[in-house]
């Protein structure tokens, strides 16, 4: 396995340097944490919230910034929990128990040694090998026994799945498909490098096989191979394939995507958030507007198609990303656009709220 610089743990050795990538990606898991938890603890007479939180590439827990300590996805997702435990019960007569169980995996053992040792020295020390579950194994492996734990444990299977892979291969469609057809209120958080993928089929791209899973099949790479001189046109529409393509065959109806550029790798990472819900879609929406962040897709935010479309050839200078101008654009946009849609949809003259907003959920920047 391939070992990157900037994620590498071992016990008794230097913390690995944060990047400037990696500390937007744990922003907005964190920010999307305090969003999630704030909502599904609304129901004043809930008094406890069942959930189990999974990190599959947990690394080994801390990061160094100059002098400082960064904290990493495990203790990201710890803090998370007990931020909301003390949020949500500020303003309660009675009080609502979080009733969190983590599972924290990595392939690698010396990441998982120095996590260990890292819980052991910190606040959640007493909570490891209890409600901190920590496992050395390849995500694909560990997931079956998770899922069916989570489904012995709770009747909902609430639980929010943190999956930061380096690069594409090591969450495979299959464990998406697996999470979204066990569990009924799940929700995840995926990064997929696509431009490592782009960059494979540039630099071999023997073998298909293993690609197929993202859409990657012979028809893609001809488009690709003739489009990609155009470099930014090419790169776009070949990564709209491939969230289309993760988001029909994963099995989550609703998929978010953030599109965020690593300075180290010089590379575009898809940041995806994965839910069966509208309503978790959308909040995971305004944490985007909320950080302008650097998702990017060619065409319009109104309403537009994932995948490969030649029309977009003639927007192409038109890149949304979150920023005033491009909210004041799609809402005129979306005031020309929904009212056919809205037309085109009804059924005896009736068009349900959430059935416009299931049907569009994925094809609008809009919130
Ligand atoms: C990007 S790093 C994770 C960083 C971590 N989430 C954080 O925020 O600090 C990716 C991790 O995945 C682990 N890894 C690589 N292949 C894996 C696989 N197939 N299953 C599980 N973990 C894997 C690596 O050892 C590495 O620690």
């Not at 609304?42 to 910034?65: E, H, P, S, W």
């Not at 990609?228 to 289309?244: H, L, P, S, W, Y």
Request: with cysteine; hydrophobic share 40%.
């Amino acid at each position: 396995m391939a070992r990157k610089q900037n994620f590498n743990w071992k016990i008794g050795e230097p913390r690995p340097r944060i990047e400037a990538h990696t500390e937007r990606k744990l922003e907005v898991i964190e920010q999307y944490l305090d969003v999630y938890f704030d909502t599904v603890t609304a129901n004043r007479r809930m008094d406890v919230l069942r959930i189990t939180i999974v990190d599959g590439f947990c690394g080994g827990g801390l990061y160094q910034k100059g002098s400082e300590t960064r904290y990493g996805s495990p203790f990201a997702l710890l803090n998370a929990v007990e931020k909301a435990k003390i949020r949500v019960n500020a303003d309660r007569h009675k009080p609502l128990e979080i009733a969190a169980q983590y599972y924290f995996s990595d392939a690698n053992k010396l990441h998982m040694a120095a996590l260990r040792d890292e819980l052991l020295r910190s606040d959640f020390a007493r909570q490891v090998d209890d409600s901190i579950i920590l496992q050395t194994g390849e995500f694909e492996h560990i997931l079956p026994k998770v899922i069916a734990d989570i489904k012995g444990r709770q009747r909902q299977g609430r639980s929010f799945f943190v999956l930061d892979q380096w690069g594409y291969m090591d969450v495979p469609v299959k464990c998406l498909q697996q999470i979204f057809s066990a569990l009924d209120k799940p929700e995840a958080i995926l990064t997929f490098s696509i431009d490592a993928l782009l960059n494979y089929l540039r630099t071999d791209g023997s073998g298909l096989e293993g690609l197929r899973q993202f859409g990657v099949t012979e028809d893609f790479v001809n488009t690709w191979q003739a489009l990609k001189d155009d470099e930014n046109f090419g790169r776009a529409t070949a990564q709209r394939t491939i969230m289309e393509n993760l988001r029909r065959n994963s099995g989550a109806h609703f998929f978010t995507p953030f599109m965020m550029y690593s300075k180290t790798d010089k590379r575009w990472m898809l940041l995806a958030h994965l839910s069966k819900h509208q309503a978790a879609r959308d909040k995971m929406l305004s944490v985007h507007w909320d950080q302008q962040n650097h998702f990017r897709h060619i065409g319009k935010g109104s309403l537009f198609e994932l995948g490969f479309d030649h029309r977009l050839a003639e927007s192409k200078d038109a890149l949304f990303s979150f920023r005033e101008e491009d909210e004041t654009k799609l809402m005129m946009e979306l005031e020309n656009e929904l009212p056919s849609r809205v037309m085109d949809n009804m059924i005896d003259d009736v068009l349900m709220v959430e059935d416009l907003l299931s049907q569009i959920g994925n094809l609008t920047a809009a919130q």
